[in-house]
């Protein structure tokens, strides 16, 4: 699953803390259709869902994801640190 960094920033912002929508358009630079957009496809890709009309929530797809991407982040920052020294 392949998603863009802003979606992958709005699943760590969400994970991290309760937001609103508009804070989260705000703190992304996003306008409204493209934080509608990024909601829907990460609807679609299941790592959101809503919990009630307008709440949505991470799903354990979600946070998998979250974590993997850190992890693999990180291993290629110790990577970056080993090959420099």
Same mark, same amino acid.
């Given at each position: 699953?392949?998603?863009?960094?802003?979606?992958?920033?709005?699943?760590?912002?969400?994970?991290?803390?309760?937001?609103?929508?508009? *804070?989260?358009?705000? #703190?992304?630079?996003?306008? =409204?259709?493209?934080?509608?957009?990024?909601? +829907? @496809?990460?609807?679609?890709?299941?790592?959101?869902?809503?919990?009630?009309?307008?709440?949505?929530?991470? *799903?354990?797809?979600? #946070?998998?994801?979250?974590? =993997?991407?850190?992890?693999?982040?990180?291993? +290629? @920052?110790?990577?970056?640190?080993?090959?420099?020294?």
């Amino acid at each position: 699953m392949n998603i863009t960094e802003k979606e992958f920033d709005l699943l760590k912002m969400l994970y991290s803390r309760d937001m609103d929508a508009e *804070t989260a358009m705000v #703190l992304l630079h996003l306008s =409204k259709n493209d934080f509608n957009t990024i909601i +829907k @496809k990460l609807l679609e890709n299941e790592m959101l869902h809503y919990i009630t009309y307008n709440i949505i929530e991470l *799903t354990e797809i979600g #946070l998998e994801y979250i974590n =993997k991407k850190e992890e693999i982040d990180n291993n +290629k @920052k110790t990577v970056k640190e080993v090959i420099n020294k």
